[in-house]
């Protein structure tokens, strides 16, 4: 079950992120445990699935429609998803004729006759595309509640996490958010304060100190969603699209431009590290 969907992974080229097809299926899955059936009309698709790329994938000029058509028609030759007409791929138009597509027959069955499948594969999916700063938006936004215990099962062919490169990064930045120099403790422990991947650890991203930061639990949520960034003099930037009404909002305004400092022997971010999470994760372009 697992590795029918484990085939996502190997459409990753050259470090570019691709979400789209995980996207559809965790939408289907979604649907499939909502409702007992995977299946997704174009007309939701071009809606709900360009929605769910632009949160969750990276900046594109791609439209939104044909955005959501590549996936849609392309999943097809992972054999694990079908379209109830025959069209050719990436076209928009022909799916406008009404196109359903749903699991392959034999998965859905088998997804549909265990009702906590579903919502394990879409753990699974998640965390091998998404950090986990990231990963329970992206549940919530498919309609699985992803504090609920089933979901927590790990994904086998997911990289294991290091532990020591945790630490040693909260220790090479001195327990302290590396954007705006939160530095709580609870217990003479740092509280809210954790170790952050610049290249995402799902996308390759090595457990290298040149490849993390310490970031308070806030700033180290916006850098993964792409609202926060660095530029290439290491500076804070603030994408155009974030936007926040009351003044504790807009402070997040304050870091933009704000050089990183980090203290006598600690490894700046690698300029890769950096210039791969600017193409595939920030959001838009920075506030001038
Ligand atoms: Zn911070």
């Excluded at 559809?24 to 007309?43: E, F, K």
């Excluded at 699991?103 to 986990?132: C, I, K, W």
């Excluded at 490169?165 to 302290?176: G, P």
Aim: charged letters at 25%; a neutral charge.
């Amino acid at each position: 079950m697992f590795a029918a969907f484990s085939s996502l992974r190997q459409h990753q080229r050259n470090g570019q992120r691709s979400p789209h097809k995980p996207l559809l299926a965790l939408l289907a899955l979604g649907r499939l445990a909502a409702t007992g059936r995977s299946d997704v009309p174009w007309s939701v698709a071009e809606e709900q699935l360009a929605d769910l790329i632009a949160e969750f994938g990276p900046a594109s000029n791609t439209g939104r429609a044909q955005s959501a058509a590549y996936p849609f028609t392309r999943l097809r030759a992972d054999h694990i998803w079908v379209l109830d007409r025959d069209v050719d791929d990436d076209k928009v138009s022909p799916l406008r004729a009404g196109v359903t597509g749903r699991f392959e027959a034999a998965l859905e069955q088998r997804l549909a006759a265990d009702p906590t499948l579903a919502g394990a594969v879409a753990r699974a999916l998640v965390d091998s595309h998404f950090p986990p700063t990231v990963a329970g938006d992206v549940l919530l936004a498919v309609g699985f509640d992803p504090e609920v215990s089933h979901l927590g099962v790990p994904s086998p062919t997911v990289r294991k996490r290091s532990a020591a490169w945790r630490t040693s990064i909260l220790r090479a930045w001195d327990d302290q958010c590396a954007f705006c120099g939160f530095d709580g403790r609870l217990a003479g422990m740092a509280v809210a304060v954790e170790a952050a991947h610049v290249r995402w650890f799902t996308e390759q991203g090595p457990d290298d100190l040149d490849n993390g930061l310490a970031l308070c639990s806030l700033h180290h949520k916006l850098f993964d969603r792409g609202v926060l960034g660095l530029d290439d003099d290491l500076a804070v930037t603030v994408s155009q699209r974030f936007s926040a009404r009351t003044s504790s909002g807009r402070a997040v305004y304050e870091i933009h431009g704000r050089r990183l400092t980090p203290r006598p022997g600690t490894q700046s971010p690698a300029v890769e590290h950096v210039a791969w999470h600017r193409r595939q994760v920030f959001q838009g372009s920075p506030l001038k």
